[in-house]
């Protein structure tokens, strides 16, 4: 009998906007929570597994970075889309009271409070991505047009070259 996915506050607020996807789980590896790990358990292009990320501009406070998951995050191009002159991650004890979440399972979606989201352009350039669903183990698979407008993210160039 296959194990029952328990749904997280992720895809319980994607039910409640009746928006499609799908819950993905993986084996986790708590020495390798790394998104390149997640894209070999998937069984999937590292360039649609996006990982999310907390930064603190110096300005207009923290938001939020969706980037795929073998590329980081330019920090300028992020600081200046978000109206900052400079911007950093948050140290990762900040992380889950900042967000709810821990690291490797940091979602999009259901942040403790809603903060301004960029997803990388190249968000557009798949039929479906995965974010994490709110917890280690877990993925949403989701059309990108339908997370960027749930969650009401803009889209730019955030990534290193």
């Known amino acids: 009998m296959a194990k029952k996915i328990e749904k997280t506050n992720a895809a319980?607020?994607?039910d409640r906007a009746k928006?499609?996807?799908e819950l993905i789980p993986y084996t986790v590896d708590e020495d390798n929570l790394a998104a390149t790990h997640v894209a070999e358990e998937?069984?999937?292009?590292?360039?649609?597994?996006?990982?999310?990320?907390?930064?603190?501009?110096?300005?207009?406070?923290?938001?939020?970075?969706?980037?795929p998951g073998d590329k980081e995050v330019d920090l300028k191009a992020a600081a200046?889309?978000?109206?900052?002159?400079?911007?950093?991650?948050?140290?990762?004890?900040?992380?889950?009271?900042?967000?709810?979440?821990i690291r490797g399972?940091?979602?999009?979606?259901?942040?403790k409070k809603p903060f301004p989201t960029i997803f990388h352009s190249?968000?557009?350039?798949?039929?479906?991505?995965?974010?994490?669903a709110g917890v280690r183990g877990l993925q949403i698979a989701i059309a990108p047009n339908d997370i960027i407008s749930f969650v009401g993210a803009t889209v730019a160039d955030i990534v290193m070259e």
């Not at 998937?42 to 939020?64: P, Q, S, W, Y």
């Open 122 to 132: 190249s968000v557009l350039e798949h039929d479906k991505i995965y974010v994490s």
């Open 105 to 111: 399972g940091c979602s999009p979606i259901g942040l």
């Open 42 to 67: 998937l069984g999937e292009d590292i360039a649609t597994v996006f990982k999310t990320l907390i930064l603190r501009g110096d300005r207009n406070g923290h938001f939020v970075c969706v980037i």
């Open 12 to 14: 319980r607020l994607l």
């Open 19 to 21: 928006i499609a996807y």
């Open 80 to 101: 200046r889309v978000s109206g900052n002159k400079k911007a950093d991650l948050i140290p990762m004890k900040e992380l889950l009271p900042t967000t709810g979440y």
